[in-house]
């Protein structure tokens, strides 16, 4: 299907882009396009235009910040953000996540920016950003203002942006000492969207007890899901049995969906599953691969 007409701005600079959505009200940011126009092309979505971001260069790059953090720009391409060698230093639950999603060819289009503010809670990089604690810059033409994301997502593909206003960067904050991650989800096929995952990143302290645990959930609810059962982890030691507790909790604390690709039992049933073999595997890696800022 061809999408309903649409007016069509090209932006220049972010200043550029702010200006034209605070002109035009009923526009769309376009990023790479990967879920807007396709939407449109199914007239899931009728913006009465477009305000295509892809000529804004101050929206893309990755910097390691100061205290080693990340400031990845929303216009920064999936492809570039796997391939990045800080990402991978400072961020290898998103590194690890990310060739999970779609395919080569999409992951060359579609940005970081894109993926978070469309919301899908079956997406992975929503789940990677809850369990990185990542806080999400957001600008209008009147204010910039900062955004945690466990209050970004809303809910089924809505989020706390405003008319007006861009999604400009995402900050990674900088890893605990100990830490280890580990991103896992099942899918039919690998790059369609999972049925079920879960992202977990988990330090541990001098002693070797948890200091700090985790979990954000994909395709179990209306919207990405920050695990609230992993908060007895902390001061625990890592043993199977606690992780094995904790994936009940979690099993219990979810809502999936019933649809064509699985039913709610079975993704509750992935939701513990994947939790337990995560937090197993984070755990691991913090003991035998810390990370060292
Ligand atoms: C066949 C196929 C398979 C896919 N499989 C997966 C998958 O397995 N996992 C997955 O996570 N994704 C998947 N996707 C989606 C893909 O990852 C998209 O790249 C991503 O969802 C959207 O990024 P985009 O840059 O293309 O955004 P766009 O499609 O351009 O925009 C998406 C939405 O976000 C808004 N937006 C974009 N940028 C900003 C911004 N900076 N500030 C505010 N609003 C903004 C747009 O207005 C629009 O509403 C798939 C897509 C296709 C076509």
Known sequence: MKPAAFDFHRAASLDDALILLAEHPHAKPLAGGQSLIPAMNFRLARPEALVDLNAVRELV???ATAGGGLLIGAMTRHATVERSADVQRLAPLLAEAMPHVAHPQIRNRGTLGGSLAHADPSAELPAVAL??????VVRSRARERRVDAVDFFTGLFVTALD???LLIAVEIPPRAVRSGHS??????RHGDFALAGVAAELSLDADGRIASARVGLLSVGDRPVLASSTAVLVGREATPAIFASVADAVREEVDPPSDIHAD???RRHLAGVLTQR????AAQRALTNPHTP
Do not use: D, Q
């Open 264 to 266: 709610a039992r079975y």
């Open 61 to 63: 790059g990755i910097r």
């Open 163 to 165: 008319p007006g206003e």
């Open 131 to 136: 369990a990185l604690n990542a806080t999400f």
């Open 183 to 188: 991103f896992l989800e099942v899918a039919r």
């Open 278 to 281: 995560a937090l197993a595997i």
